[in-house]
């Protein structure tokens, strides 16, 4: 097994919007603004660096319990980000996807995903996986919901569930787990996000609020990545042995 110096899937929880925003005296709304335009650098840095997957949480399950007009905001910043940004992102290869559950999202919010996704699924360059309405534990109970119906009409039986089969029901089963997860803003949690997908993912956590997070700060999260050992369970001589022969 080789330590990678590169990861194939950074996960990012962009966090930091409103307190960016307050230290300007300015309205959250500013914040998050300047946390899209942010995220536009973050996804040039990374095609540029070959990254393979860049996951965003941009909304988790649980952002419904802020102000409504602050979530009437961000779904509107979200439908007019993909409207600008689309053309851009496909001339670049990028296949952009979403994950999280849809029945909760606007109409016309939706529409334009699907538009998005169908346009894009053709291309073979970086992965964009937006997260909207995703949590965690909203991603393990449908992929559960995916097997009980199955034993429900005899197609698998209880004793098949297997941590492979739960794993091929989650969102983005067709893709490799986050390597790399970076959630900025000194938070140290992870928010109800890739719950089973960060198992072995290495943590990366900064002070730098959301707005804040360039390409040197990038760099400095890729720069930690490559000097960690990822050991899978194995010790760290047996990592040793194996990268010698
Ligand atoms: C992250 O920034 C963006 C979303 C959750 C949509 P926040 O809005 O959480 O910013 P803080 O944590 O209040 O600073
Ligand atoms: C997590 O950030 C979700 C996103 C960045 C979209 P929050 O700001 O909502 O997380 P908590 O509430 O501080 O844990
Ligand atoms: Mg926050």
């Known amino acids: ?101 849809r029945t909760r999202l606007n109409p016309a919010l939706c529409k334009k995903i699907l538009e998005v996704e169908m346009l894009t699924r053709p291309n073979t360059g970086m992965v964009l996986l937006i997260a909207v309405d995703y949590g965690g534990q909203w991603d393990i109970c449908q992929a559960m919901r995916q097997l009980a119906q199955a034993v429900e009409t005899g197609e698998l039986k209880s004793s098949d569930i297997t941590p492979e089969k739960i794993a091929s029901k989650l969102s983005f089963a067709d893709l490799p787990d986050p390597d790399l997860f970076i959630r900025t803003s000194g938070e140290l949690r992870i928010s109800n996000f890739m719950l089973w997908q960060l198992a072995y993912a290495e943590l990366y956590f900064t002070d730098i609020l959301w707005p804040d997070f360039n390409e040197k700060e990038l760099d400095k999260a890729l720069a930690h990545y490559a000097n960690r050992e990822r050991r899978y369970g194995y010790s760290s001589e047996q990592l040793i042995c194996s990268n010698n022969v």
């Open 1 to 101: 097994m080789t330590t990678l110096t590169l990861p194939q899937h950074i996960a990012i929880i962009m966090d930091g919007n409103g307190r960016w925003a307050k230290k300007r005296f300015m309205p959250r709304l500013a914040g998050h603004r300047a946390g899209v335009e942010a995220a536009r650098q973050v996804v040039k840095n990374c095609v540029k660096r070959n990254i393979k997957v860049l996951s965003l949480f941009a909304f988790s399950s649980e952002n419904w319990r802020r102000p409504k007009q602050e979530v009437s905001h961000l779904m509107e910043l979200f439908l007019t980000g993909l409207e600008r940004e689309v053309s851009v992102l496909h001339e670049n290869n990028i296949q952009l996807r979403f994950i999280g559950d």
